[in-house]
């Protein structure tokens, strides 16, 4: 399908780093995944490079200095994953209140938990639900949160327009005053050098105690050595993380084996409808591209054409 779009080009995919390496030096596009970084050892290769089609919403994993030194146009797929990971933070949030990890576990294992869920299981309804990063991922779980009767807090550095927050029933707040009032707070921020460590140890110390936290965004945004003493003490209730550092996380990391953790392998967004709208985003923002149309989801401005 995709040698047909192209077929006055040639089209050539990489699957591992020496692939890259080996082809990338007569490539003029280079379409990306977030799996694989664009270093910028990997880029100083790229002699005829001119534009970087990521295939995903986050860029961290391309070396934007060194895109930006050879004039190379980076370019995203904003939006077209945004309901799978809203969906998956709303499965995860009621996992959590119901523990039903601990209880799949427990039932698999033999067990009949019924005394730990009757005394550990609670509603999503009634809670205070924090969400930092008000994008449109954010948007779209305080959309489909709102139904349930919860509460919801956001921070993010431009707050929205009022209408908007009513209609999502929406309260701007402080970070710090939303970590000490959520029972739940969920993650969705790009990962910057502003947004790197986030959540420190003393900021998850600032977390309500009994609280979940949500990642689905980015692993650097969160000391997980912090994350996972607060967990281990029982401080924090739970957590459901998407995302780790490194990926996949080693035997050894801490927030492995832990009971009151979820763990999904970095695939919030990574459903095959999401799949279909990002592949299908990114070819049509290529073929713009070649037809010397404007880019859409344009991150990095490269050299005139």
Partial sequence: MLAALFREHDLVVATTREEAEREIGDAEVLVSTAFHPLTADLLERAHRLRLIQVAGVGVDHVDLEAARARGVTVAAVAGANAVSVAEHVVMAALALLRGLVRSDRALHAGEWPLADWMGGAHDLAGRTVGVVGMGRIGREVAARLLPFGVGLLYHDIRRLPPEEEA???????????????????????????????????????????????????????????????????????????????????????????????????????????????????????VIRWLDGRPLADVVLEGAPR
């Avoid at 977390?207 to 000391?223: M, S, Y």
């Avoid at 924090?236 to 780790?244: H, I, K």
């Avoid at 695939?267 to 279909?276: F, I, K, L």
């Fill in 167 to 285: 209609a999502l029933g929406l309260t701007c707040a402080d970070l710090d005053g939303l970590l000490a009032s959520s029972d739940l707070v969920t993650l969705h921020l790009p990962l910057t050098p502003e947004t790197r460590g986030l959540l420190d140890a003393q900021r998850i110390g600032r977390i309500k105690p009994g609280a979940f936290l949500i990642n689905t965004a980015r692993a650097e945004l969160v000391d997980e050595a912090a994350l996972a003493e607060a967990l281990r003490s029982g401080r924090l209730a739970g957590a459901a993380l998407d995302v780790f550092h490194p990926e996949p996380p080693p035997r050894d990391h801490p927030l492995r084996g832990l009971p009151n953790v979820l763990l999904t392998p970095h695939g919030a967004g990574v459903t095959v409808e999401a799949q279909e709208r990002i592949a299908q985003a990114a070819v049509q923002n």
